[in-house]
C-alpha cells in the first residue's frame, strides 16, 4: 500500500526523507518507481501529468504539495470517488505574511527604484509613504489570507477583506460577495490577491475590477497569474491609473522570455515565491491524511470539488 509522490517539478529525495521520517511504516516512493498501479492507495502531487490518475484503480486521495490545487482541479480525469487534500500549514501561511509584508514596504519605500538608481550609479532621494498612511486589501479570506490580515494589521496596516462567502467573523473589516467587491476595492491603497484559482476567480483582476481601485492603488498578486487579465494590467499601469504590481505568480511560468511584464517599469517580478512548501513541516498532516485515507476516515483540508479549492 504506497504513498507514491507524483511530481517532476519539486525535487523528490527530501519530501521521500521527511515522509519517512513521519511515517516509518509507510512506502514512500517516487511515480518512476511504482511496479504494480493496483497498490497505489494515496497520491502527492504537484502538476501531475493530467489523465493519470485513472489508471489506479485503488487510488482513494491525491494530496497536492502546496496550498493551491489547481494544478489538480484542472484534470478533468480525476475519477468521482477519489478525494482531493490541500496543505494547511502555519509555516507556509506565515511565510506568504512575511513576503506580502516585504512587497509592502518595498514598495512603500521605493527600494525598487533606487536598486535600478544604483544600477546607474545615481543619487536620487524620494519621499515615501509611511504604514500609517496604508490600507491594505486582501483578496481570499480563507485559512492563508485570514492569516496575512492579521499579520499585516498586527504591523500597524488598516487592512480589509474580501472572500465570496459571507464566513466567519473576523477583527477587520471583511466584504464578501460581488455586490460588495467594488466597495472593498475602492477603499484600498494596495491590493493583495491570495484568492485560490478557480473557473469564477480566473480573470478577475481585469479592466472593470482594478478601475475600480482608487487612482494611484498598487497590485501584489501572490494567488496565481491566471487570476490577472495581463494586457487590462499592462492598460491600467499604462495609463497610471495603477501605480505599480508585484507579481510572483504568473500564466505560464517560467515567465517566457518575451513577456511584456519583464520590462514594464512598473512591474516588480519574482519567480513565485513567495512562500515554498517545507517537507519535515507538512509530512505529519499528510502521512496523518494517508493512514485516514487507507482506514477510510474523514480527511484534513478536505477540497469541496464543486468550489474547486
Ligand atoms: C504555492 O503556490 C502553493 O500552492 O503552495
Not at 518512476?32 to 502538476?47: H, M, P, Q, R
Not at 509592502?104 to 544600477?119: A, E, V
Request: hydrophobic letters at 40%; one cysteine or more; a positive charge.
Amino acid at each position: 500500500m504506497s504513498l507514491v509522490i507524483f511530481s517532476n517539478v519539486h525535487k523528490i529525495q527530501p519530501w521521500i526523507y521527511a515522509l519517512k521520517n513521519a511515517g516509518p511504516d509507510i512506502e514512500v516512493i517516487s511515480h518512476e518507481e511504482i511496479k504494480d498501479k493496483n497498490k497505489v492507495k494515496f497520491a502527492l502531487s504537484w502538476d501531475h501529468p493530467k489523465g493519470i490518475f485513472k489508471e489506479y484503480p485503488n487510488l482513494k486521495c491525491i494530496s497536492s504539495m502546496g496550498a493551491g490545487v489547481d494544478h489538480i482541479m484542472n484534470d478533468p480525469d480525476i475519477p468521482e470517488q477519489i478525494k482531493i487534500v490541500r496543505i494547511i500549514d502555519p509555516l507556509l501561511s506565515q511565510d506568504l505574511a512575511e513576503f506580502a509584508l516585504a512587497l509592502t514596504m518595498n514598495h512603500l519605500r521605493g527600494l525598487g527604484k533606487y536598486f535600478y538608481l544604483q544600477s546607474r550609479k545615481t543619487w536620487k532621494k524620494s519621499m515615501y509613504k509611511r504604514i500609517s498612511d496604508i490600507k491594505i486589501g486582501i483578496m481570499g479570506t480563507g485559512a492563508i489570507g485570514n492569516h496575512v490580515a492579521l499579520f499585516l494589521q498586527s504591523c500597524g496596516f488598516s487592512v480589509s477583506g474580501w472572500g465570496k462567502n459571507p464566513g466567519k467573523q473576523t477583527n477587520y473589516k471583511r466584504y464578501h460577495g460581488y455586490e460588495q467587491l467594488d466597495g472593498f476595492l475602492g477603499n484600498i491603497n494596495i491590493l493583495i490577491c491570495l484568492l485560490p484559482l478557480t473557473p469564477e476567480t480566473k480573470g478577475i483582476l481585469n479592466r472593470k475590477t482594478l478601475g475600480k481601485l482608487p487612482q494611484g492603488a498598487y497590485l501584489i498578486n501572490l494567488g496565481r497569474g491566471l487570476h490577472i487579465v495581463d494586457k487590462d494590467l499592462i492598460e491600467m499601469l499604462d495609463s497610471g491609473h495603477l501605480s505599480g504590481a508585484s507579481l510572483d505568480v504568473f500564466e505560464h511560468e517560467p515567465l517566457p522570455a518575451d513577456h511584456a511584464f519583464w520590462a514594464h517599469p512598473a512591474i516588480q517580478i519574482t519567480p513565485h515565491v513567495a512562500s515554498l512548501t517545507t517537507p519535515a513541516s507538512v509530512a505529519p498532516q499528510i502521512i496523518e491524511n494517508y493512514r485516514r485515507a487507507i482506514n477510510n476516515q474523514s480527511l484534513l483540508n478536505l477540497v469541496n470539488r464543486e468550489q474547486g479549492y
